[in-house]
T-cell receptor, first 113, second 115 residues
Framework: NAGVTQTPKFQVLKTGQSMTLQCAQD?????MYWYRQDPGMGLRLIYY???????DKGEVPNGYNVSRLNKREFSLRLESAAPSQTSVYFC????????????FGPGTRLTVT | AQSVTQPDIHITVSEGASLELRCNYS??????LFWYVQSPGQGLQLLLK??????LVQGIKGFEAEFKRSQSSFNLRKPSVHWSDAAEYFC?????????????FGTGTRLLVSP
């Protein structure tokens, strides 16, 4: 049981390049989330997916798109990366109903030059 | 809108001393409350949570937190800090009116442990 996995762990992009961050969970959770973490700002929600087939915007969605590929996988895409998107990105998942805590992946450190 | 305040950006505690990290939230009803810990270069790990019932909750690694409705606070405590507790700690709030779909995080408190 790997929990929440994210790839890649590190990435450097040039301004204007695109990339997709991958996230997968093997806990059969319904909800999945993408956050970004910046110094002094805590975690801010980018997008989330309450269930397979649905996605919703969070606090800071501009410049990002997401795809809930199936129940296990939730990807985050940067179409045209900007230096302001330099951050650490975390994926999380949550089981609906019994408990409400979110389980986090190890993160992807992205630098945009 | 709900918000979470962690007033201390950094705290330094001597090893073996007690610890209290502060968290205040702004929300009309009683939300669900969480404390997470993040070690350097790692993801977030849940320390403890409060939903209802006993206002003093126990978590992993010897941590506890007390919910005080009158103060809108959920402070994290540990009686004796170990060097391995050095990390960043985040308080988070989940709101019933979102179906607890979303968590709002505080900005974090970085704990430094001195020998």
């Amino acid at each position: 049981n790997a929990g929440v996995t994210q790839t890649p762990k590190f990435q450097v992009l040039k301004t204007g390049q695109s990339m997709t961050l991958q996230c997968a969970q093997d806990m059969n959770h319904n909800s999945m989330y993408w956050y970004r973490q910046d110094p002094g700002m805590g975690l801010r929600l980018i997008y989330y997916s309450a269930s397979e087939g649905t996605t919703d915007k969070g606090e800071v969605p501009n410049g990002y798109n997401v795809s809930r590929l199936n129940k296990r996988e939730f990807s985050l895409r940067l179409e045209s990366a900007a230096p302001s998107q330099t951050s650490v990105y975390f994926c999380a998942s949550r089981k609906t109903g019994e408990s409400y805590e979110q389980y986090f992946g190890p993160g992807t450190r992205l630098t945009v030059t | 809108a709900q918000s979470v305040t962690q007033p201390d950006i950094h705290i330094t505690v001597s090893e073996g001393a007690s610890l209290e990290l502060r968290c205040n939230y702004s929300y009309g009803a009683t939300p669900y409350l969480f404390w997470y810990v993040q070690s350097p270069g790692q993801g977030l790990q849940l320390l403890l949570k409060y939903f209802s019932g006993d206002t003093l909750v126990q978590g992993i690694k010897g941590f506890e937190a007390e919910f005080k409705r009158s103060q809108s606070s959920f402070n994290l405590r540990k009686p004796s800090v170990h060097w391995s507790d050095a990390a960043e700690y985040f308080c988070a709030v989940g709101a019933p009116d979102t179906g607890f779909q979303k968590l709002v995080f505080g900005t974090g408190t970085r704990l430094l442990v001195s020998p």
